[in-house]
């Protein structure tokens, strides 16, 4: 069982930025991929983006593309997602997902997910 905590969701305005935190609770993160995903109210879950764990290769959906940064610090266990430049466009639940495995844009393909953080951009 892996326990994912997240952190850093809040309300922002346009143009401005935020810092997303998980936390893994295991012992092979370092080799596992992390990701994140989103869900706005009344829309599907869609993926934002993911980091592998060997390698550290990074997968960004166009939407965030040059204004979201996916880092992994393997010492901590956490994965931090930078949010730049962000739009009211952004709002939303904002998870984190786990999986052992070769890195997934689908969101099926995790087997563990934090409890999710809120984030709301104001326009």
């Known amino acids: 069982q892996v326990h994912l905590v997240e952190s850093g969701g809040g309300l922002v305005q346009a143009g401005g930025s935020l810092r997303l935190s998980c936390a893994a609770s295991?012992?092979?993160?370092?080799?596992?991929?992390m990701g994140w995903f989103r869900q706005a109210p009344g829309k599907e879950r869609e993926f934002v983006a993911a980091?592998?764990?060997?390698?550290?290769?990074?997968y960004y959906a166009d939407s965030v593309k040059g204004r979201f940064t996916l880092s992994r610090d393997n010492a901590k266990n956490t994965v931090y997602l930078q949010m730049n430049s962000l739009r009211p466009e952004d709002t939303a639940v904002y998870y984190c997902?786990?999986?052992?495995?070769?890195?997934?844009?689908?969101?099926?393909?995790?087997?563990?997910w934090g409890q999710g953080t809120q984030v709301t951009v104001s326009s």
């Open positions: 295991t012992r092979t993160f370092s080799t596992c991929t």
């Open positions: 997902a786990f999986r052992c495995g070769s890195t997934s844009l689908q969101s099926n393909d995790y087997s563990y």
């Open positions: 980091i592998s764990g060997i390698g550290g290769s990074r």
